[in-house]
Nanobody, 116 residues
Framework: QVQLVESGGGLVLPGGSLRLSCVAS????????MGWYRQAPGKQRELVAS???????NYTDSVKGRFTISRDNARRTVFLQMNSLNSDDTAVYYC??????????WGQGTQVTVSS
């Protein structure tokens, strides 16, 4: 079993920044993809960014140039640095880990609210 614990969400002014962290524990394959998804009220959950254990990254178009995903494999942690935040970024952000065998694990989510 895999456990994911997110932290770093909160309330931020438009144009501000936040850094999300997600620590993984449990039976983790060394080869995996970790990512951040978000879900705004009334909308479907969407992929924000993902990163393989080798460091290959993928971003949804709306966050390119503003968000940066990174990971520390030794600490089993993935980060999401979010800059130039706007109201469209308001959502619950979820950490996800996918294994080569098709497993998919989720964190409990952390709220990000961008408002003046």
């Amino acid at each position: 079993q895999v456990q994911l614990v997110e932290s770093g969400g909160g309330l931020v002014l438009p144009g501000g920044s936040l850094r999300l962290s997600c620590v993984a524990s449990g039976n983790i394959f060394m080869i995996n993809t970790m990512g951040w998804y978000r879900q705004a009220p009334g909308k479907q959950r969407e992929l924000v960014a993902s990163i393989t254990n080798g460091g290959n990254t993928n971003y949804t178009d709306s966050v390119k140039g503003r968000f940066t995903i990174s990971r520390d494999n030794a600490r089993r942690t993935v980060f999401l640095q979010m800059n130039s935040l706007n109201s469209d970024d308001t959502a619950v952000y979820y950490c996800n880990l996918k294994t080569p065998l098709g497993g998919s694990f989720w964190g409990q989510g952390t709220q990000v609210t961008v408002s003046s």
